[in-house]
């Protein structure tokens, strides 16, 4: 029995049936592998996972049955299997037994349901087509739910939403950025990056030009982990003194052990909740990357279309909350750099026009969106404090 496919069932189980991140699940699951176990549980948990409407469709089509009618311990192989045949291309003989096999293991009544479904779609998905453009069709074609899709045809129309989830739904591109001389360079599978680089996301690359023409010396990062935008701080302004911190020391010491790769200096990094500690110091610049739906990662966190809207309240209110402390420590003249990884206006153009009209001292400098393609969807607002109405 193939090992990698017990492994990626475990994590899309895991992300499915108990909501856990799928970035997590993966990296618990393959921090000891070599790369290429790695890569096919991957591939299998995170596919089946972005296109889990789609298969969902495809089996209520060739069965009439619905998915959730399914036992909970079969329905997430099924999606799993028919996603190597459909995608993946993979033998179908092999699929169906390497299937029947894992049920057989906990459940033998199972087999012959599970292969009987799996025939049915071999033998009759030639016959599936999505033929119209509306909303749910899209949904079905995408993989993405309804209530994304309105959101997303509210804002740009019919086009351009399925123009964003084709892209949304292509795999995710690393890329390594040389703190030496500022380039970037696409990571091949099985690539490490040189003692001067750093995988970055490129979409905060095009967010941090906006800081290229202020002045700054010190700098609080207040939400720093991994280490991605004081390294990127680092970059444009080599002489600035920085204060990276962040709650979670386990990424903390990811951002040390950044910093010791890279053999930067004038950083002070610390393990520390930004909303209930005190600062001794006034900055001239803080950047506010703060904990959000994460909707504009859509490739590289496939998951996050399914259940962003379960903490999006709360998100909302922490982030309100981490702006709003951010001033106690800003300097007069000084800078606050709000960010999210969102496509969701509520969390970002809206929170910022809230926090303007309450505090009229500050004013927007320039602002930064984009829905994504070629990057990551994101939003930046550049505000300074003192020049007011």
């Known amino acids: 029995m193939d090992q990698a496919r017990l492994n990626a069932l475990t994590i899309i189980n895991n992300v499915v049936n108990l909501g856990n991140s799928l970035t997590v699940e993966y990296r618990k699951c393959t921090h000891s592998m070599n790369s290429q176990d790695a890569s096919l549980i991957k591939e299998l948990a995170y596919g089946t996972i972005r296109y889990k ?8 089509e060739i ?27 993979k033998k179908e003989y092999a699929v169906v037994s390497e299937s029947v096999n894992i049920v057989k293991k906990k459940s033998s009544k199972d087999t012959g349901f599970v292969n009987w479904i799996l025939r049915e779609y071999l033998r009759n998905k030639k016959e599936i087509h999505i033929k119209s453009n509306d909303k749910h069709s899209l949904s079905k074609k995408y993989s993405f739910p309804l209530h994304l899709i309105e959101y997303l045809t509210s804002k740009v129309g019919t086009a351009k939403t399925e123009e964003l989830l084709e892209y949304y739904n292509e795999k995710s591109i690393s890329y390594a950025f040389n703190i030496s001389n500022g380039t970037f360079r696409k990571m091949e599978h099985g690539d490490t990056p040189e003692k001067t680089e750093y995988i970055i996301d490129r979409a905060y690359f095009e967010i941090f030009k906006m800081l290229k023409n202020i002045e700054f010396t010190t700098v609080l ?8 935008k004081t ?27 950044n910093i ?53 309240s709360t998100l909302i ?28 206006e509520n969390e970002n153009q809206k ?3 809230e926090f303007l009209k309450s505090n009229r001292e500050y004013a927007l400098e320039s602002e930064y969106f984009s829905y994504g393609n070629p990057y990551s969807g994101a939003y930046a607002a550049l505000i300074k404090n003192g020049d007011g109405g």
């Open 53 to 60: 409407l789609y298969i969902d469709y495809l089996i209520t």
């Open 63 to 89: 069965t009439g049955k619905q998915v959730s009618d399914m036992k909970k311990n079969i329905r997430n192989l099924v999606r799993m299997s028919i996603y190597q045949l459909e995608f993946m291309k």
């Open 221 to 228: 990062d207040c939400c720093a982990a991994p280490g991605g």
């Open 231 to 257: 390294i990127l701080i680092k970059h444009i302004n080599p002489l600035s003194k920085v204060m990276a911190m962040d709650i979670n020391l386990e990424r903390v010491n990811d951002i040390k052990a």
């Open 260 to 312: 010791d790769r890279l053999g930067l200096t004038g950083i002070e990094v610390m393990t520390a909740d930004f909303l209930s500690t005190e600062l001794m110091t006034m900055y001239d610049l803080i950047i506010i990357d703060v904990p959000c739906s994460a909707t504009g990662t859509i490739r590289k966190n496939p998951d996050v279309k399914y259940n962003y809207r379960k903490k999006l």
């Open 317 to 344: 209110d922490i982030q309100k909350k981490i702006l709003k402390r951010s001033t106690k420590f800003l300097k007069d003249g000084g800078y606050l750099f709000y960010m999210t990884c969102s496509i969701i």
């Open 351 to 353: 929170i910022i026009d």
